[in-house]
């Protein structure tokens, strides 16, 4: 038995969990990640997979600075995990894999209760050497500091031959995470909010085709979406929701974030029929195309979609162009939008791990 699961054992057994001023968790044990081998495992994974099954307590892992090449996963039995990059310098997750919108991503989250702060995931991209240009003034802005990235390297339309495909930072499926100061680069796919309720704040999120997309139930809170379509000769898409019905409870909503980049992009894409985004607050620049969204599969049944902008500034966020089926939604709808009952209505996001401070009827 390693030390580290000896060590988590021993704590489990005597029932020390530490309660803060705010009644919220503290970590049960944490555990050091350094790939030159100084820490308890030299990589992320490896510390991942020390976590016992069906564990019920937080643990931390802190990764110290660096570029870990590795793909990395969490499965549903691994919950309650904190992962934390180094304060100070980056700490970045980048792999090169693409091909599947779910099994390429660099980074693939399965399991419940889980928190990242000052993380980047990244496609590692070899070719768009202006991927540092969107990553600059602005993410630091938004203070990020942890990346996860997928390395793939796509040209216009191809590399070496090989097609602009599906190439995810990360893909999310659990339930009740949340990110903090975190990074996610790509080209498509970059971010796969796939299902779950999700929280990410002071995030960076940049890609060129649905670079955020699923059926995920999540707020983004004061983020920076960068669009790269210039990299590729086309319009590009920020979101693709796959709301599957009227009564599926999921939906993105963006609130006080930056839009900006190079190329010009829709707001998003219906991935499925029911899609539904809502920008509030959001400054837009001239990147956005007029028209600003695409019912894309679904046309004819555009009054199932529900897209809208709400007190959104900047170039981008001219209206006067938009289609004529972007919504209008009701003051109540709205509110309940940008409430904690979209997403925190049994309060777990007050139940994690210190970082996040919403105490509040209202993001």
């Known amino acids: 038995m390693s030390s580290f699961k000896l060590l988590l054992l021993l704590h489990l057994m005597m029932g020390l969990l530490s309660i803060s001023g705010s009644d919220r968790p503290v970590p049960k044990a944490t555990v050091y990640v350094d790939k030159s081998g100084s820490g308890n495992y030299s990589s992320v994974q490896a510390a991942i997979d020390a976590v016992p099954d069906d564990n019920d307590q937080w643990i931390q892992i802190v990764i110290k600075q660096g570029t870990y090449n590795e793909k990395v996963m969490i499965t549903s039995a691994k919950q309650y995990i904190f992962l934390q990059g180094d304060r100070d310098n980056p700490t970045i997750i980048e792999y090169g894999d693409y091909g599947s919108a779910t099994e390429s991503a660099t980074f693939r989250l399965y399991g419940d209760n889980f928190i990242a702060l000052d993380i980047n995931f990244k496609v590692k991209t070899n070719s768009i050497t202006s991927l540092t240009h969107y990553c600059g003034p602005r993410a630091r802005a938004v203070h990020v500091k942890f990346y996860v990235q997928n390395s793939y390297s796509p040209v216009k339309q191809t590399v070496d031959d090989t097609p602009v495909s599906w190439a995810p930072a990360a893909f999310l499926a659990g339930d009740k995470a949340s990110f903090y100061r975190c990074s996610f680069h790509g080209i498509q796919d970059t971010l796969g909010d796939g299902k779950g309720r999700h929280y990410f704040t002071s995030c ?70 029911y899609s539904r985004v809502l920008f509030y607050k959001t400054s837009m620049t001239a990147v956005i195309v007029p028209e600003g969204w695409s019912a894309w599969n679904f046309e004819g049944k555009e009054n199932d979609i529900t897209y809208d902008e709400v007190e959104c500034t900047g170039e981008g966020a001219n209206e006067s162009g938009r289609v004529q089926w972007m919504k209008n939604l009701p003051s109540q709808e709205v509110e309940y939008l940008l409430s904690n009952n979209f997403v925190n209505q049994d309060g777990w996001l007050d139940n994690q791990p210190g970082y996040n401070q919403i105490q509040t009827t209202r993001y």
């Open 204 to 273: 960076n999120i940049s890609g060129a085709i649905d670079f955020i997309w699923g059926g995920g139930q999540s707020v983004y809170k004061d983020c920076l979406l960068e669009t790269i379509a210039s990299t590729i000769g086309r319009n590009g898409y920020v979101t693709a929701q796959g709301r599957e019905g009227p009564n599926d409870s999921s939906g993105f909503v963006f609130i006080n974030g930056w839009l900006t980049g190079e190329g010009q992009t829709y707001l998003g894409r219906a991935y499925r029929q």
